[in-house]
């Protein structure tokens, strides 16, 4: 990961969305697409700072969405386009998923890109 894969967030508070998931044996049409959909949907949604995601060979990944609220993370959750992919990852793509929900109290990085 470089600091150009690293979501931009102001300085804390903030909140962020953790969504660990093992993908299924079947055949994953369409989850490229959803997927990329979903971000750009999330980048519109008011209250949005940023994601970060990482997927392995063997199927399980780690996406983390960052919010400025947790009432902008409830009206993403309402989102009736990402009711629908919850609905399909669930039947279609996930064998397994975890979502927690945290708030960012401190936050630092390093080194310095610039050097």
């Known amino acids: 990961m470089t600091a150009d894969s690293c979501a931009h967030t102001p300085d804390p ?33 008011p209250g949005f700072l940023g994601v970060e995601s990482a997927r392995n060979a063997q199927g399980f990944g780690i996406t983390v969405s960052y919010w400025e609220s947790e009432s902008a993370i409830a009206a993403w959750k309402r989102n009736a386009d990402h009711e629908a992919v919850r609905k399909r990852g669930r039947l279609d793509w996930y064998e397994h998923f975890e979502v927690r929900i945290a708030k960012v109290e401190r936050a630092y990085a390093g080194p310095r890109a610039d050097r």
């Open 13 to 45: 508070p903030y909140y962020a969305v953790i969504f660990s998931s093992e993908r299924n044996a079947k055949d994953a049409v369409g989850y490229d697409e959803a997927a990329q959909r979903m971000v750009e949907l999330a980048s519109r949604q």
